[in-house]
């Protein structure tokens, strides 16, 4: 089987041009394989978390929202980032639920862990899927900015893959979340997804 294999070449020089209230830039001089040394400019990232939570008809709880980079509203299943150092991915996945759709689940698996543009920036993501949804009890966070322009939507999954393939659904985290969703559906199934406190090399955390 395939893997992905950690590995660090040695890096020269480093400096951070541009720190923001999120992200920052860094510029690293790397040195290859041939001796020579190049520069790497990469955005700086805290990581994320993304849930694709399924309901009992088989429908996945979607949300549009404004994308300013690319001055587009995306179909987006709720996601956020992970603020705390350290902090528990299924914990900060299962607050951006609540926040974002004000929604809980029973039953929580790892459906799948990317880098989201690996050759320019070191954001890591865990994508997790979310069963037995019902509503959160008390009231609704407060949204702001671009979060208050949200819509809400429960897709069948058939309709999301659909969609995908045909180049109208553009977010990454939509894109292999019902990919991987429907995948897992064609072969071993949910419950041989991995636990939702599977360890996670790329986001380290405290259980």
């Not at 990454?172 to 599977?198: H, K, N, Q, Y």
Request: charged share 25%; hydrophobic share 40%; net charge negative.
């Amino acid at each position: 089987m395939l893997q992905d294999t950690p590995q660090e070449w040695r890096v020269t020089a480093t400096s951070t041009p541009f720190t923001g209230n999120k992200t920052g830039v860094r510029t690293d001089q790397v040195v290859m394989p041939d001796g020579s040394t190049a520069g790497r400019d990469y955005q700086v990232h805290p990581g994320s978390v993304a849930v694709l939570a399924l309901d009992d008809d088989d429908r996945v709880l979607v949300l549009k929202q404004y994308r300013h980079p690319v001055r587009h509203k995306l179909w987006e299943i709720p996601a956020g980032l992970l603020d705390i150092p350290g902090e528990n991915p299924l914990n900060a996945a299962q607050r951006e639920l609540y926040e974002e759709a004000h929604v809980k689940a029973d039953d929580w698996r790892v459906l799948a862990d990317m880098y989201t543009s690996p050759g320019g920036s070191d954001e890591a993501v865990r994508i997790f899927l979310a069963r037995g949804v019902s509503e959160a009890e008390g009231e609704r966070f407060a949204v702001s900015e671009e979060e208050a322009d949200l819509e809400y939507a429960r897709v069948p999954l058939a309709e999301l893959v659909q969609g995908v393939l045909a180049g109208e659904l553009h977010n990454s985290c939509l894109v292999v979340g019902v990919l991987a969703l429907s995948a897992a559906l064609g072969t071993g199934g949910l419950d041989a997804l991995r636990p939702a406190d599977s360890p996670w090399p790329a986001r380290p955390f405290t259980t």
